[in-house]
């Protein structure tokens, strides 16, 4: 059985641009996690973190031309709120030049803990990327919700 609750569908990045599902092993098999492994998470502690590993496979980047989606990129670094001085907006920002086809990657502690997930970046009117810093939404009550939801439903 595979259960998906997603918290956000309509590309709101301030709020939440994430998902999260289970998988349930069928009987007489071991589970997901026991077989591949897994990440934890840490929701809900802010939007600054140091240290961050930011991992995908993109298929482009700010200017590279290295990227093709099919080898695994990553950036290390620190990770802040990407508009500090306004609290309504929470989103996570790393300097990653990763782009495209990154989405949904992890930026983990170095203990595996997840604390924001590739979504986003930064465009002109033209729909040109501006910069090389990528965003996650914020990970704190909607994305708890979310787990709680996941969990709820086990």
């Known amino acids: 059985m595979v259960f998906t609750y997603t918290a956000r569908q309509d590309k709101n990045y301030e709020e939440g641009d994430l998902a999260a599902f289970t998988v349930s092993a069928p009987t007489g098999y071991t589970n997901l996690t026991d077989t591949v492994g897994a990440l934890g998470y840490k929701f809900g502690y802010g939007s600054d973190w140091s240290d961050i590993i930011d991992s995908g496979f993109p298929g ?23 508009v500090d001085w306004y609290p309504w907006d929470n989103r996570l920002e790393m300097d990653c030049d ?16 997840i604390v924001g997930a590739n979504s986003h970046v930064e465009t002109d009117d033209n729909d040109i990327r501006i910069n ?10 909607q994305a708890v919700a979310v787990i709680k939801a996941i969990n709820a439903n086990n």
Request: hydrophobic share 25%; with cysteine; proline share 4%.
């Open 60 to 82: 482009e980047g700010f200017n590279r031309t290295d990227m093709d989606g099919y080898i695994q990129f990553y950036c290390t670094g620190d990770v802040v709120d990407a």
């Open 98 to 113: 990763m782009g495209a086809g990154a989405s949904g990657g992890p930026m983990a502690t170095p203990e595996g803990q």
């Open 132 to 141: 090389d810093n990528l965003y996650s939404s914020d990970h704190g009550d």
